[in-house]
């Protein structure tokens, strides 16, 4: 039985199974694609393409990291320990931080390609065929012949907007000669823009590398401290924090102090952007050239005065630049660069449903961004318009929308 995004009135989790390695062909491992609801309901948004600018001229993306099925239930109220409660709504759909990527990625224009392992079972078929729906490339993905594929059970609070998931990762784990040498320079052949979640750090830390021998530049998605991360972060050019990772990282004292560190202590990154829900995000981006004046400005009190420039009336995503400048963060150091305060869609309580995913949509708009050369000023508010409609359905994929929604048009323009 395959789960696309299909609302069952029951699931079952799936059964872990004794384990090997086989490599499938994408065309051998799967059945013909079927429509998404997503698709379906974006078809009511459709604009004309003549009415769209140009996609990217370079717009492959490759994608390293996590993939699985969601097992989502909805739910009147978080329950208490030992009560036993039904839910309002259960979708099962596929899901993961990589696979969640690419698929907003695809949906925008992109032609995203995805490494990653699962396993030759039901919920891996059905994992292969949604990536595939959607056209993310699954060609150098590993197929277990037995183990079980990833999943993930999650219990969306319709109360208080919050989610709470339970992963259990693959059998057998990815390892670094599941990925041929021939397979990783083919991956790589054409890729404008490289991502990871670090969810697959050995593999991940192979990608990397040869991306960087190729020059092509490396998106970390820095969502906590995991294992292998911190040599990940080295070879990065752009890093997608969530909001506890950068004090966490650095021990800093604020975020802005903890973004100043991390530029200084990852020479490599061009701009880092900590996404902190509804309050918005900010962005530290690197200045290539030396700031106009020898004046060292706060970055904490540059981030007061950027954040009283916001409007609570305005309703659309917004962004609010500093000029460039010598930003000093007390006790840890300076660095040249613009400070960027990006604000969120204010979505009516009704209209919010889930925001499982919004971090990937977001990310996804993010690699979008850099493909079309977007400056900050333009990536950010895009960023979470695309953010806040993956927010209005049930699961990480259902309402990421795709790149002729006209709620996206006044962005891209």
Not at 370 to 384: H, N, R, S, V
């Amino acid at each position: 039985m395959l789960f696309s995004h299909s609302t069952l009135p029951n699931a079952t989790s799936p059964h872990p199974l004794a384990c090997s390695r086989l490599r499938f062909s994408a065309s051998s491992r799967l059945l013909s694609a079927t429509a998404t609801s997503s698709n379906v309901s974006a078809a009511r948004f459709k604009m004309s393409s003549d009415s769209l600018p140009p996609l990217p001229e370079s717009r492959i993306v490759l994608g390293c990291g996590g993939i699985s099925v969601d097992f989502l239930a909805a739910v009147a109220a978080y329950p208490k320990p030992d009560d036993k409660i039904r839910s309002t709504s259960l979708k099962v759909q596929g899901g993961g931080n990589a696979g969640n990527a690419m698929t907003c990625a695809a949906r925008l224009g992109l032609n995203p390609r995805i490494i990653s392992k699962i396993a030759d079972d039901s919920q891996g078929r059905s994992i292969l065929e949604e990536l595939e729906a959607d056209g993310v490339n699954t060609s150098f993905l590993v197929v277990s012949k037995d183990g079980n594929s990833p999943f993930t059970y999650i219990i969306v609070d319709s109360q208080t907007k919050t989610r709470t998931c339970i992963h259990t990762p693959g059998y057998p784990p990815t390892v670094v000669h599941d990925l041929s040498q021939s397979s990783l320079l083919s991956a790589l052949d054409g890729v404008r823009i490289v991502y990871s979640d670090g969810r697959l750090p050995e593999v991940a830390l192979v990608v990397a590398q040869e991306a960087c021998h190729k020059n092509i530049p490396i998106l970390v998605d820095a969502e906590r401290k995991r294992e292998g991360l911190d040599d990940l972060l080295k070879l990065a050019s752009y890093v997608v924090c969530s909001a506890n990772f950068p004090q966490q990282w650095t021990e800093a004292p604020s975020i802005p102090s903890a973004l100043v560190s991390m530029l200084l202590r990852l020479p490599n990154i061009k701009f880092v952007i900590v996404t902190l829900g509804e309050d918005g995000c900010i962005m530290l981006e690197r200045s290539t050239i030396e700031a106009p004046t020898t004046e060292e400005t706060d970055v904490n009190s540059l981030l007061e005065s950027l954040n009283q420039r916001k409007d609570d009336t305005i309703s659309i995503p917004k962004c609010f630049s500093s000029s460039f400048t010598k930003l000093r963060a007390n006790g840890i150091g300076t660095i040249n660069g613009r400070l960027f305060v990006g604000t969120v869609e204010k979505i009516p309580p009704p209209e919010l449903v889930d925001t499982t995913g919004a971090g990937d949509a977001f990310i996804g708009a993010v690699l979008y961004a850099i493909c079309a050369d977007m400056p900050p000023e333009k990536m950010l508010p895009f960023a979470a318009q695309v953010a806040a409609a993956s927010c209005r359905a049930l699961g990480a994929r259902t309402g990421i929308p795709h790149r002729s929604d006209p709620r996206l048009a006044p962005f891209l323009d």
